[in-house]
């Protein structure tokens, strides 16, 4: 059925280091603010950011990252576990409200063979919705973006605060 990848766009330089920023961790600079990179978060507090996802699978593509750089699930504490569960909770209400989505994937790819490029710990949040593979991906052997990264951050910085604040969080320690 499929002779050919489906490809993000650029995704390939990025992943062989040809076209990352000269920053010793990209999720580190996102934390910080660095002005070398594209900052597209949506919410920091003291554990932890979220941002979009620069290559995102669908629109709303999230990672949630501790703004430790560690490079292990292993690695996190307990309050670390619970406050980021936490967020996700809080981040797939949000993504319900925003996209309207069907399902979710929720993933860790963690060390070198596990797909990930970064060796900052993080998770992806997916929004996913029924018969995303439709005609066009299939005939055109491409995926349609529906959804600019801008947009979508745009989206999430309105509604961020009604599903993410100090009061979600003040009986989980």
Known sequence: ???RWLQVIGKIDYVRK???PDVKCILCSVRDDDERVKIFKIYQDDITFVSLNAFPYNPGHLLV?????????RELTKTEIIHISRLIQ????????????TG??????EG?????????????????YNNELGFIDLISNSRIAIEGLESVL??????INDYINKEHFKNFK
């Open 1 to 3: 059925m499929f002779n």
């Open 18 to 20: 040809k076209d990352r």
């Open 65 to 73: 990252v501790p703004n430790r750089h560690i490079k292990s699930f």
């Open 90 to 101: 809080g981040l797939q209400l949000l993504m319900i409200d925003l996209f309207n989505n």
């Open 104 to 109: 979710f994937n929720i993933g860790i790819n």
């Open 112 to 128: 070198p063979n596990s797909g990930g490029s970064i060796e900052h710990f993080h998770y992806h949040i997916v929004p996913r």
């Open 154 to 159: 745009k989206r999430y910085k309105e509604k």
